[in-house]
């Protein structure tokens, strides 16, 4: 089924359908999502915004497979999250979704190679084949030359550059970005966009969270919450929320 008013027509790597998402706090339940429905098709590079409070982080939660949905449906690449024992969800956060994370997630003692391999390790995979993929990982954020540096030898940029090498080295089916320039200057938060902008250009799926603007501009689609509900999704630059309609179509009814 296409994805209403953004001309999506692809079977969808990932949908949600009327998901809610409830949390005790004390006597009180507060509703973080309050039934959000959204198709994300392959290859698609959506931004996700929204004030604190929207449900942004909680949609985030329940897209990596982190959280679970209170009611309603959500579908990994055909497959029904719900349905899904642990070690399956777990193999789908190490193996299919590419994490990338505002405060790096690095290993500290670890080497560049070892970080990025980690995954691989995790996952049972031969030695050989971890060293093939940590390095062509790691070639293609332009750090085939730190291998063995540790993560306190490198700016921050080549640190997030290395986060994203570890999200890569699975070859997973999307890359959830959660405000992955947060704790960089302006101007090594444009290269690692301009980094996920060619990922995007190869052919990666890329799900990306943030409340900047500037950094929302890279993707190709924005979809806003608040209060639990999604706001408005439109190509990015746009400016209808949803349930408005174009001037064409109403000028047309």
């Known amino acids: 089924m296409p994805h209403e008013g953004n001309g999506v027509t692809a079977a969808p790597t990932l949908r949600l359908r009327d998901v809610?998402?409830?949390?005790?706090?004390?006597?009180?339940?507060?509703?973080?999502?309050n039934g959000v429905s959204l198709d994300v098709a392959k290859n698609e590079y959506v931004a996700i915004m929204g004030p604190s409070g929207s449900g942004k982080s909680t949609l985030m939660n329940i897209i990596g497979c982190l959280d679970v949905p209170t009611s309603?449906?959500?579908?990994?690449?055909?497959?029904?999250?719900?349905a899904m024992a642990e070690d399956q969800l777990a193999e789908i956060r190490n193996q299919r979704i590419g994490f990338v994370f505002q405060t790096f997630n690095l290993i500290p003692r670890s080497d560049v190679f070892h970080n990025v391999e980690l995954p691989l390790i995790y996952a049972g995979v031969s030695r050989p084949e971890r060293r093939r993929r940590a390095e062509t990982?790691?070639?293609?954020?332009?750090?085939?030359?730190?291998?063995?540096?540790?993560?306190?030898?490198?700016?921050?940029?080549?640190?997030?550059?290395?986060?994203?090498a570890r999200a890569l080295v699975h070859n997973?089916?999307?890359?959830?970005?959660?405000?992955?320039?947060?704790?960089?200057?302006?101007?090594t938060g444009d290269?690692?966009?301009?980094?996920?902008?060619?990922?995007?250009?190869?052919?990666?799926?890329?799900?990306l969270v943030t409340h900047e603007e500037t950094i929302a501009a890279y993707a190709r689609r924005t979809v806003r919450l608040r209060d639990g509900l999604i706001?408005?999704?439109?190509?990015?630059?746009?400016s209808r929320t949803v349930g408005e309609p174009l001037l064409a179509e109403a000028l047309a009814g």
Not at 20 to 33: D, F, R
Not at 191 to 207: F, N, P
Not at 231 to 238: A, I, K, N, R, V
């Open 20 to 33: 809610v998402k409830t949390y005790p706090m004390g006597s009180e339940i507060v509703h973080a999502l």
């Open 72 to 82: 309603g449906t959500y579908t990994l690449e055909g497959q029904a999250v719900a």
């Open 137 to 164: 990982a790691l070639a293609r954020v332009g750090l085939g030359d730190r291998m063995k540096h540790r993560p306190n030898e490198l700016s921050g940029g080549q640190r997030q550059r290395v986060a994203i």
């Open 172 to 187: 997973p089916s999307i890359i959830l970005a959660d405000e992955p320039t947060g704790n960089l200057d302006t101007k």
């Open 191 to 207: 290269s690692i966009m301009e980094m996920l902008d060619q990922l995007h250009a190869a052919g990666q799926t890329i799900i």
């Open 231 to 238: 706001e408005s999704d439109l190509p990015t630059g746009g």
